[in-house]
C-alpha cells in the first residue's frame, strides 16, 4: 500500500443545492398568515438548521429563533396526535 509521507493533497470539492427562487418570499408570507411550517429533509442536522435559518424558517412572533430539529427516529415513534402538533 501507500505511504502517508508519499501522499499529496489535491483539492478540495463542495457543492451547494440552494432553495428554489420564491421559497423564502413564500415562507415568509406563510409565517405571516400563522401558518405553521414544518421542513422535512434527509440532510445532516447541522446542514438542516443552516438552511432553516436561511429560509427564515423558526421565527418567533418577536424575531426570537426556535428551530426545532428532530430524527427519523424521533418523527417514527410519534403518534399521529404528536405528529399533528
Request: aromatic share 4%; proline share 0%.
Given at each position: 500500500g501507500m505511504?502517508?509521507?508519499?501522499?499529496?493533497?489535491?483539492?478540495?470539492?463542495?457543492?451547494l443545492d440552494p432553495p428554489r427562487a420564491g421559497v423564502k418570499e413564500a415562507i415568509s408570507k406563510l409565517n405571516a398568515?400563522?401558518?405553521s411550517i414544518?421542513?422535512?429533509t434527509g440532510d445532516a442536522r447541522e446542514t438542516a438548521v443552516s438552511i432553516a435559518?436561511?429560509?427564515?424558517l423558526g421565527k418567533g412572533k418577536k424575531g426570537q429563533e426556535d428551530i426545532e430539529v428532530m430524527s427519523g427516529e424521533q418523527?417514527?415513534?410519534m403518534s399521529p396526535t404528536e405528529m399533528s402538533r
Open positions: 505511504e502517508m509521507g508519499s501522499l499529496h493533497f489535491v483539492g478540495l470539492v463542495g457543492m398568515s400563522g401558518i414544518k421542513m422535512i435559518r436561511s429560509l427564515g418523527i417514527e415513534s
